[in-house]
């Protein structure tokens, strides 16, 4: 390979977005895989390839080859003009406009004329040749044709007869400098190249970069760009004739920046987008016309020949219809990413760090435009999507769901899909399902992500992957509300992801104001692995605790707190707060958290939420004294809030019955004993901001639990008119994300946990705004084994809410032992859960051993990355695994969740460990507990119960490899391992298995 091509290569193998103007191919380049799609000659965006990086210069069009149609779907479309017989006027697609100007040159002929028929084909002829004219060269088309601009065409008509030179609407209307065509629908001669797609050589137009909200026909012909990974975007204007770029078979000689400052709906932001295009082919390439229903789409519209479930749906309100024939018009590629306003997504600390792909598309007939924004995160195996939607047309369109993201698969074998399912103290249960033909839905339609479905999926090509091995495409919505991911098997084995907002219940008015013409849907994460559903889970951990979660949390280990709910639940009072704060402190508990009971006249369900005051009858120096009072003790102080919810006994719902989410005149539905706030309403918003911001300004309060304990009904806003009524439910999330928003911008040193009934809400959308999300409502050890399990294929263990409840249990009333229930909340943020006053000496020595283990063990499982190990959904035992990033240390936790008498278990093999590295395995706090052989019974060890008896000295290869022996006694009973490399130990480079 010669020094040019290996550059060439190194530069391509680098993250980033590559464009291919002569076969219109985009590649998306991740740090380990590749994602690419094609603009079709029909301008459709047509998907090609997602996987392992590829060599860059293979034309791999070729993959289209494997579209077989089937005789019945629809392929082709005929133009408006052709319908009106004006096949020279192909270009023009609004049938009024086409027949407007086409009026203004033709003249009717004299029906008293005997020469009526021939001098009306004259006429007709010499008007085309002036209407095309005049729009060459730029002139009013709106103009009457006077007579002797007639007398003069017809002249030039005469002479044009005369030499047997009739025009021929298929050739160029005008040349160019270098004899080329200038409009984009000629179509010279051309030879295939290449077993893909066909190569055209010389013709080539440029990729208009004019601002994307304009409402121009799309040009012919605009200026270049620099043909880089992450050249900026800003419009350039057209080139005059003189300077149109020379036809060439190589990227053509680039033109001069020319910054401009513009506005773009579509981008969302303001900003100096410096763009420059690579030139792009547009002879035909596809080597035969098929419909949509053939092809594998970047995004579908309805109506048009694709049969599957489209990317969005409208319905136009000045006829009804609800076709939408969308067209690539354009793109843009920028550095950095383009953050959506309103929504959580996830960001950059630099431009450096990702590159933002923006394609416009177009009905062009209407006006309404999509922009399908593509972000590419340089150091992981990670690619997000959204779309964006402005109605630039004359005409009210109500879009009827819209999805952030469409997802075609070639045929397989077979497709598996895995997702998280559920209910109230038992969420995320792993299912894993063979995709039959049809529609495979998960969804959520109770205004929150819900305790039932998660909006994350894995998609298994081929066959079901394991932890360590297998193809895995995942998709992870970074929302809170209705959420839908369907997955399509159609007639040709192929598969059609979708994910979104849920369609049901949606709609979105699109008027014609700019401020309110636009919607822009939540991004969805796509994330790639081919090393199992481990490799996929790690690069989704990654890039949530570093570049979702807020910055200022980012890897901050949070101090061990105690609820005061199972302790209290509501009867709380200052006193009682001072004495469970003093019973913590003496076992080294860092922060007390005043929960539900605090707050108006809430003393039951029934009451005061709304009023976020404090109750002076329980607490009569209000929140500054208690907090006061905990702090001397030796804590921090936190405390709880409902703020979405509102009791119909409370101050607030007295002053504002209107602000609950109900229809007038109709029944109410309550939930725990409570109502929903409209959080649509701007004054929602703004009086729940002030309460709270007032509540923390008015003590040191350096944490906040959020809940919400039940899910929306009625979904109706008596603000919002009869059109707006479907955008409730997401006007609502919006709301949400914006009181926290401003919340955590005015105290960046409050620690916020979001919650909702448990772990009803817990998604990527919380996480943007609150490192941690409470996991469940089951603070049962062996409930949370898979609880948290099952949470970790998306989400880091970092953001699990985790604590160390009382036993027996509240919600399983089973006991376990406190080493177990301590070890399953070390795999999440650990706190406590019980009443500290009933504890004994020992039991306060044990917990204070136990929070100094957690010290040692947090920055693993903040830092590192997590090995599944044992399914509990797969077997009776659960385990896992934290490996810090350089390989040198480790701590493997493992809990036995029923053991089966007299059955041995598997050796634990380990993972993520250097194969050539020695290790130190050592057991840490070992059980008390073993078996006498002889009688059967249980007895206590007071010198401890080890695995091994001593410290092992093994290679990482041998440990995961042949693994370690691990016997359990009894059920719930559990080991957590250390594995550290041996100092000094000359290991060979750093490999995983």
Request: proline share 6%; net charge neutral.
């Amino acid at each position: 390979m010669n020094a040019s091509k290996q550059f060439k290569e190194s530069v391509h193998d680098q993250p980033g977005i590559y464009y291919d103007g002569q076969l219109r191919l985009f590649r998306l380049r991740c740090k380990n895989s590749l994602y690419a799609f094609r603009v079709d000659d029909a301008r459709n965006l047509e998907h090609l390839y997602w996987g392992p990086p590829l060599t860059h210069d293979d034309d791999i069009t070729y993959l289209i080859r494997s579209h077989v149609p089937a005789p019945f779907d629809p392929k082709g479309t005929v133009s408006v003009a052709k319908i009106m017989g004006l096949d020279e006027l192909a270009e023009i697609e609004d049938f009024q406009e086409l027949s407007d100007k086409w009026k203004i040159y033709t003249r009717q002929h004299d029906e008293d004329d005997p020469e009526g028929d021939k001098r009306s084909r004259r006429l007709e002829n010499a008007s085309w040749r002036i209407w095309h004219r005049e729009r060459n060269r730029g002139g009013d088309l709106s103009d009457p044709l006077s007579a002797d601009a007639v007398a003069d065409a017809l002249k030039l008509e005469k002479r044009r007869r005369e030499q047997s030179e009739s025009p021929a609407l298929d050739q160029p209307r005008e040349p160019m400098a270098n004899g080329a065509a200038q409009g984009r629908f000629s179509r010279p001669a051309h030879q295939p190249s290449a077993p893909g797609l066909k190569r055209g050589p010389g013709v080539v137009s440029m990729v208009n970069v004019a601002a994307l909200g304009r409402e121009s026909e799309f040009p012919s012909l605009t200026a270049p760009a620099l043909d880089t990974p992450h050249a900026r975007a800003s419009p350039l204007q057209p080139m005059d004739r003189k300077d149109r770029l020379p036809s060439s078979s190589s990227s053509p000689k680039m033109l001069p920046k020319v910054p401009s400052t513009i506005y773009s709906p579509l981008a969302g932001s303001f900003g100096d987008l410096t763009m420059q295009e690579q030139a792009t082919n547009w002879r035909e390439l596809d080597p035969e016309v098929l419909g949509k229903n053939t092809k594998l789409l970047e995004f579908s519209d309805q109506g048009t020949g694709d049969y599957r479930d489209p990317s969005f749906k409208v319905i136009f309100s000045k006829d009804g219809s609800s076709v939408c024939p969308i067209e690539y018009v354009r793109h843009r590629i920028v550095d950095g990413k383009v953050m959506p306003r309103r929504m959580p997504a996830l960001y950059t600390d630099s431009s450096e760090e990702a590159t933002t792909l923006i394609v416009e598309m177009e009905d062009r007939l209407t006006g309404l435009r999509f922009a399908l924004h593509y972000t590419v995160m340089h150091d992981y195996d990670i690619i997000t999507r959204r779309t964006v939607v402005v109605n630039s047309g004359k005409d009210p369109v109500t879009l009827n769901h819209i999805y952030s993201g469409t997802f075609d698969f070639d045929a397989e074998s077979q497709f598996y899909m895995t997702h998280l399912a559920g209910g109230w103290a038992r969420e995320r249960d792993v299912i894993t399902q063979k995709l039959e033909y049809g529609t495979n839905v998960v969804k959520s339609s109770r205004g929150a992500s819900s305790h039932q479905f998660n909006p994350h999926i894995v998609i298994h090509p081929g066959e079901e992957a394991t932890e360590d091995r297998g193809e895995c495409f995942g998709f992870t919505l970074v929302y809170s509300g209705n959420f839908a991911a369907s997955c399509e098997i159609t007639e040709y084995g192929r598969l059609r992801v979708n994910m979104g907002i849920n369609p049901e219940g949606f709609t979105w008015y699109l008027d014609t104001k700019r401020e309110t013409n636009t919607f822009r849907s939540p991004e969805v994460v796509m994330s790639y692995s081919n090393a199992g559903v481990g490799g996929l889970s790690r690069t989704l951990h990654r890039v949530f605790r570093e570049r979702l979660i807020p910055r200022q949390w980012r890897y901050k280990i949070p101090p061990v707190l105690i609820n005061t709910w199972e302790a209290a639940y509501f009867d709380v009072n200052h006193e009682i707060v001072v004495s469970i704060a003093s019973a913590a402190a003496k076992a080294d508990i860092e922060m007390l958290v005043l929960d539900d009971g605090w707050f108006g006249q809430r003393n039951d369900t029934r009451s005061g939420l709304g009023d976020w005051y404090p109750n002076l009858d329980k607490f009569p120096r209000g929140l500054k004294g208690i907090a006061r009072d905990v702090n001397q003790i030796g804590l921090k102080f936190g405390i709880w809030v409902e703020p979405e919810m509102v009791s119909m006994n409370s101050d607030l719902y007295r002053a504002h019955p209107e602000w609950c989410l109900c229809v007038p005149e109709r029944k109410l539905t309550t939930g725990r004993n409570q109502l929903v706030l409209d959080f649509s309403r701007k004054e929602v918003q703004d009086h729940i901001y002030n309460e709270l911001h007032k509540m923390l300004n008015s003590a040191n309060i350096e944490y906040v639990k959020w809940d919400m304990n039940r899910h929306l009904t009625e979904v109706f806003s008596q603000q919002w008119d009869r059109t707006r009524q479907g955008e409730i439910a997401h006007r609502f999330i919006l709301g949400v994300y914006e009181v926290f928003r401003r919340l955590t911008e005015a105290f960046p040193q409050v620690l916020f946990e979001s919650c909702s009934g448990g772990g009803g809400r817990f998604d990527a959308g919380f996480l943007y705004y609150s490192p941690q999300i409470w996991t469940s409502d089951n603070t049962d050890a062996l409930s949370r084994s898979a609880i948290q399990y099952g949470t970790s294929l998306a989400y880091p263990c970092s953001a699990m809410g985790a604590h160390v409840s009382t036993v027996p249990n509240h919600q399983t009333h089973r006991s376990t032992p406190m080493k177990t229930r301590s070890i399953v909340a070390m795999s999440g943020t650990f706190g406590y859960e019980l009443d500290p006053r009933t504890l004994t000496s020992d039991e306060i020595k044990e917990i204070k051993g136990y929070i100094e283990l957690q010290k040692r063990i947090a920055p693993l499982v903040y830092e590192g990355d997590m090995y599944r190990l044992w399914s509990p959904f797969k077997s009776n035992s659960a385990a896992w695994m934290f490996v810090s990033r350089d390989q040198k240390r480790a701590v493997v936790m493992g809990i036995n969740i029923r053991r089966i008498v007299g059955r041995l278990l598997p050796r634990l093999k380990l993972r993520g460990l250097c194969p050539n590295t020695k290790y130190e395995v050592e057991e840490l706090c070992p059980g008390t507990l073993m078996r006498n052989n002889d009688t059967g019974a249980i007895e206590h060890v007071i010198g401890g119960v080890y695995q091994y008896g001593e410290k092992l000295h093994m290679t990482g290869k041998t440990l995961q490899n042949a693994g370690l022996p691990v016997k359990f006694i009894f059920d719930a009973d559990s080991v957590l391992i250390a594995i550290s490399a041996v100092p000094g130990d000359q290991s060979s480079a750093s490999v995983l298995n």
